[in-house]
Structures are given as structure tokens and as C-alpha cells.
């Protein structure tokens, strides 16, 4: 997908690894500055890719917490949203796709 998105003239893309970001839970105190660097990041952005495994038949827990430190009201707000999912099984990630596209809704993304 950022192949795709850098081949193309005039687009630029980030790439984000969440498992490289100390973000806190909700209610935690934050243990550095990612999670506000995140959602500068994002509300900076034209358009967003969120991209997760399926796991155990839902999104990963990493890609929940990204979701969560995106605020409610989420910065996603108001931005095209394209999401991204891999599975092991048969259905591909389906279900962690519902789930991950209810949490984006439900944030006003
Ligand atoms: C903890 C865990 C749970 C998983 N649960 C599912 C699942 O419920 N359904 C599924 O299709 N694949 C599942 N997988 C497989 C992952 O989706 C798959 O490994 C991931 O898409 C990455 O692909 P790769 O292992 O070929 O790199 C799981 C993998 C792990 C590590």
C-alpha cells in the first residue's frame, strides 16, 4: 500500500509503526509524547490507512490502542479513512475489519 501511494506523483505517505510508539491505555497517564505526536500526525493528514492482522478473529489489540490514543472525538474525523486487513484463514480478515471499521464509526471517522 505506501509502494502504491509514493508511485504516485504529487502523493506522500508516512508510514507509522505502532509497536514502535509507547502509547498509553485510556486513563493512563501518557509515558512520553507518541500519543500526541500521533494525532498531530493524523490530523495533518489528507487521509488515512489503518492496517491490521486478524487476531482471534478481530483487530489486533495494538491497532484498538492506536484507535483509542486518536481521541473521542476522534481526529479521524472528517478524513477519508481506507482500511487495510490480513488473515491466515479462508474469509481474510473480515472480521477484524467490521470491528476495526464500527470503532473508526463510532469515533466520528
Ligand atoms: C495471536 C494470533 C491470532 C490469530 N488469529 C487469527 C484469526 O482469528 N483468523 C485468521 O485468519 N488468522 C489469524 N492469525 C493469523 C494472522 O492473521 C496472520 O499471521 C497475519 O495476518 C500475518 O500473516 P503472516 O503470519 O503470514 O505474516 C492469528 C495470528 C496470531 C499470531
Redesign the pocket.
Known amino acids: 500500500m505506501a509502494d502504491e501511494l509514493k508511485s504516485r506523483d504529487g502523493v506522500s505517505c508516512q508510514v507509522v509503526d505502532p509497536g514502535q510508539l509507547r502509547l498509553p491505555f485510556p486513563g493512563q497517564k501518557a509515558p512520553g509524547e507518541d500519543g500526541e505526536k500521533l494525532r498531530m500526525l493524523v490530523s495533518e493528514a489528507t487521509g488515512v490507512v489503518l492496517a491490521t492482522?486478524?487476531?482471534?478473529?478481530s483487530l489486533s489489540s495494538v491497532m484498538k490502542l492506536v484507535v483509542e490514543n486518536l481521541g473521542f472525538p476522534s481526529v479521524l474525523a472528517g478524513k477519508p479513512v481506507a482500511l487495510l486487513g490480513?488473515?491466515?484463514?479462508q474469509?481474510g480478515?473480515i472480521?477484524s475489519l467490521e470491528a476495526l471499521e464500527a470503532m473508526v464509526r463510532e469515533g466520528g471517522g
Open positions: 492482522p486478524e487476531y482471534h478473529g490480513v488473515a491466515a484463514g474469509i480478515a472480521k
